[in-house]
């Protein structure tokens, strides 16, 4: 499981390369779910409720478990159902610690709240009209895909215009340091609603009652 979160750590530095996501490439969304998937294996052997308090306090709580921000990632993006499940997985895999363990309890309630969160965008998306306002909240919060094409449009006119230099290569450098750049400020943005989004209540939302 350590092995399979460290390697999506390392291929989130992989720019997408395939269909399935514009955020993450395929070998990260690969080992991200395979990790997930052996890690509801290894909960489901063991049949004792010390032996699992271990295993997620060396395992999930040693380092930052980055499959599940990655699966959530991909449910926001892309509202699969499957990855949507696996979410709620690995919620209900750290309910049995949550008795006895205030550190596995804090962690259950970050992901209750992630889980809580990507089960209404989904079902928002459903509702019309509802969805680009999910999305421009996400957004702010760091979450969903950075919209560059303006930012890009921006620096291919300005290197149109001679303001930039450097050729090919320049013009490539640019705009990924406009990517990269935008990027950061969403998320320094967003931190500060993610801390509040943890205190929100969000069981008595009902997307399907909006218009």
Not at 29 to 50: F, G, K, N
Not at 105 to 114: F, I, P
Not at 148 to 162: E, H, K, P, R, Y
Not at 195 to 206: A, K, T, V, Y
Request: glycine share 8%; with cysteine.
């Amino acid at each position: 499981v350590s092995f399979l979160a460290s390697l999506s750590l390392t291929y989130r530095a992989l720019p997408p390369n395939g269909p399935r996501s514009r955020t993450f490439a395929d070998e990260c969304i690969d080992a991200a779910r395979a990790s997930m998937r052996v890690h509801l294996e290894a909960t489901a052997m063991m049949d004792q409720q010390s032996l699992q308090i271990v295993y997620i306090h060396w395992t999930i709580l040693y380092a930052p478990f980055i499959p599940f921000i990655v699966i959530f990632c991909l449910v926001i993006e892309t509202s699969d159902g499957e990855d949507l499940t696996r979410l709620a997985d690995f919620v209900r895999s750290l309910e049995l610690a949550c008795e006895v363990s205030s550190s596995v309890r804090k962690l259950h309630q970050l992901c209750q709240v992630l889980y809580n969160v990507a089960e209404l965008y989904v079902e928002a998306k459903v509702a019309e009209g509802v969805g680009s306002e999910f999305d421009a909240y996400l957004s702010q919060l760091g979450f969903m895909p950075v919209d560059v094409d303006g930012a890009m449009m921006g620096v291919q006119t300005d290197l149109a215009s001679g303001s930039g230099g450097g050729g090919v290569q320049g013009v490539g450098d640019q705009m990924r340091a406009v990517a990269q750049t935008n990027q950061l400020e969403d998320w320094f943005s967003g931190k500060n609603y993610m801390m509040g989004l943890l205190e929100e209540d969000l069981s008595g939302i009902n997307p399907m009652a909006w218009p």
